[in-house]
């Protein structure tokens, strides 16, 4: 008897004779598929979609490709031994350069999702407990944490990448993007704090012309909050065409109007993760505790995505260096290799300042 499609000649099925047929994967959506849920090829790790993703410069479902890897560890100028607090531990691509120098990394992450299976895959890959101790928590608190590990003095250099790893930007179950539907979430701990829904709901329209334009310059704050401030919206995509409704007519008068158009979008979903999670709070606390993490002779370098976050760095490192006992190595900031922003455009808005604590000479 011979069965076709499931079924015999004679109009038997065949799931009666060897068990009920497990059901099929769905069809790969084209070689480049749109939804984050269809790229189950990148998110099981397939070896020749990675490769082809990778190579068209793209990130792969899932992951994350560390930025100015090599121009981080040229700065930092790690020896085998060396103890260093990455306080941005993403998916851990610039804590494994550097325990490939042979240092011991102390890696912090406020993610309860992506924090963690960043660990299990590292120690997978061999990285014990005697080379890499994660702390879960911010990096507000790097210094405490530093200091009850046995590090009252600070350690040997302070790592901070302070852009928003791929693989929490691309599942939209996460909140942080327009481009697919899902809940207007936006916080990088979930189990903590409010919604970047609720908080909108909950926002006057000058408090969010104040957000907008303090947390992400943006030059039509105005216009967008009177739309959009203390509104409830079901989900990323309503809010995102809230916002294309209020500033499509006015670039649409201007040369290159829709870059422009998803350029505010991407402004007003920067400046409300950034409200969400108070992160500019985060990284004042980080920068004023950074003296103490850091060792003489030792050397901290932070990789910054947006104007306010340099700023703040650059003042910072500028206050130091003027106290007294650090040097602020270049005025400007360190840019990805044209080649990298080619291969990554993530890397296009990177800036990367560093700075060392000069050892004194007691005699």
Known sequence: MVSVGGMTRDGEGTEGMSGARPPRRPRYSGKNPRKFAEKYKEHRGDGETL????AAGKTPAGTHRPIMVDEVLQVLELEAGDVVADATLGF??????????????????????????????MRAAGYGEDV??????????????????????????VFADLGLSSMQIDDPARGFTWKENGPLDMRLNPQR???????????????LVKVLTENADEPLAREVAAVVAGREFAGTVALAEAVRAVVAPVYRLRVGGDEEVQRTIRRVFQALRIEVNGE?????????ALPGCLRAGGRAA?????????????????????????YVADDQPWRASVAEQRANSRSTSAKLRWIERVEVDDA
């Open 302 to 326: 932070v990789l910054t995505f947006h104007s306010g976050e340099d700023r703040r760095v650059k003042h910072a490192f500028a206050a130091m260096a003027a106290g007294g006992g650090y």
């Open 132 to 157: 890499l101790l994660f702390h879960p928590v911010n990096f507000a608190g790097m210094g405490r944490e530093l200091a009850a590990a046995g590090f009252p003095e600070g350690v040997d250099a």
């Open 280 to 288: 500019f709070s985060a990284l004042d606390a980080f920068l004023r």
């Open 51 to 54: 490769s082809k993703v990778a």
């Open 193 to 207: 704090g409010v919604s970047a829904g609720k908080l909108l709901a909950g926002m006057s329209e000058e408090k």
């Open 92 to 121: 851990g691509g610039h804590a494994a350069a550097m325990l490939g120098k042979g240092a011991v990394v102390h890696a912090f992450d406020v993610d309860p999702v992506e924090g963690p299976r960043t660990v299990e895959r």
